[in-house]
């Protein structure tokens, strides 16, 4: 009698980024596990090839139930979304050291955490936004700590967000967005990061996820026009209204107040990291024998 194959548990496996790594490791004949609160809404998201447990990830029991008998952890857990933000401790810190400490005990042999591309608090306060993105920061120091054979993924930005300005040819961004930022295809986040898990040999090992090169607003509204022959022309909105706006609706919707934060980090993105973004692709290139793709191929795929 043949032994089924330990199953991967993906944390966050209905999310944006959750669907493509489960996705890439259904591809490579692997059997996942997903922790859902809804059963019929990730069936119908994620098919009937996936073992889907109900549960909550906040909830200590469930997380064990989830870990058992698994052969490694993908985490993609995120609470960047209007139904969410007010537990964004509880999703993403707690249940999240929750999750270490019964991988732990457990003896998994495998984890991989997705994060943010980078942080910089020095950038962070003289912005005034303190407050934004530092719980995966923590994270990520009780993850080198856990004595796991780990491997963190500092996620870029999805084109998705470049997309997400335009609006047939105009292409209005909220502060311009002059500076250059790192961005990556959602489906190559998912490739990598199964790819990652799959391997013991990347332990305590960090890597910016990125395309092969930073883009401006500017740039993509160039770039499109190039691919696309379309004229796409670039506007900017002033920030200060969504500040405004964001601050006025704050005690009643939070996460708008984090949107603020966020485009206000991408507007003052740090010069030295945009310039490091080609070292780091080659070195997912290298690493991985995968190159992600570049904005100009979606562009395309897009628009055909």
């Keep these: 009698m043949q032994i089924p194959a330990k199953p991967f548990v993906v944390f966050g496996g209905t999310g944006h980024l959750g669907r493509k790594v489960v996705e890439k490791l259904l591809a490579k004949g692997q059997h996942v596990r997903v922790l859902t609160r809804n059963v019929d809404a990730a069936s119908n ?62 003896g998994v042999e495998r984890l991989v955490y997705l994060s943010v591309y980078g942080n910089r608090p020095d950038v962070l306060k003289k912005l005034g936004i303190q407050s934004f993105s530092v719980l995966k920061p923590e994270v990520e120091q009780h993850i080198a700590q856990s004595g796991l054979n780990w491997t963190i993924l500092g996620n870029a930005p999805s084109y998705d967000l470049f997309f997400s300005f335009l609006r047939g040819n105009r292409l209005l961004v909220p502060g311009g967005g002059y500076r250059p930022i790192p961005s990556i295809f959602s489906d190559d986040v998912g490739e990598i990061a199964a790819r990652a898990v799959l391997r013991s040999d990347l332990s305590g090992r960090r890597f910016h996820m990125t395309g092969p090169k930073a883009l401006s607003f500017p740039e993509f509204a160039e770039l499109v026009t190039q691919v696309t022959g379309n004229p796409i022309r670039h506007g900017a909105i002033p920030l200060t209204m969504l500040n405004i706006v964001s601050t006025l609706a704050a005690p009643f919707n939070p996460f708008l107040r984090q949107i603020y934060y966020a485009v206000k980090l991408f507007n003052n993105f740090p010069a030295d990291l945009a310039e490091a973004v080609p070292a780091a692709h080659k070195l997912l290139e290298q690493t991985f024998g995968y190159a992600p793709v570049s904005m100009e191929e979606v562009i395309r795929k897009r628009f055909q």
């Design 45 to 106: 998201l994620l098919g009937n090839q996936v073992t889907l447990q109900k549960g909550d990830v906040c909830d200590p029991q469930t997380i064990e139930r989830a870990i058992n008998g698994t052969a490694g952890i993908v985490i993609c857990l995120s609470a960047m979304s209007p139904k969410l933000i007010r537990r964004e401790r509880e999703i993403e810190y707690d249940a999240v050291l929750n999750i270490l400490k019964e991988a732990k005990r457990q």
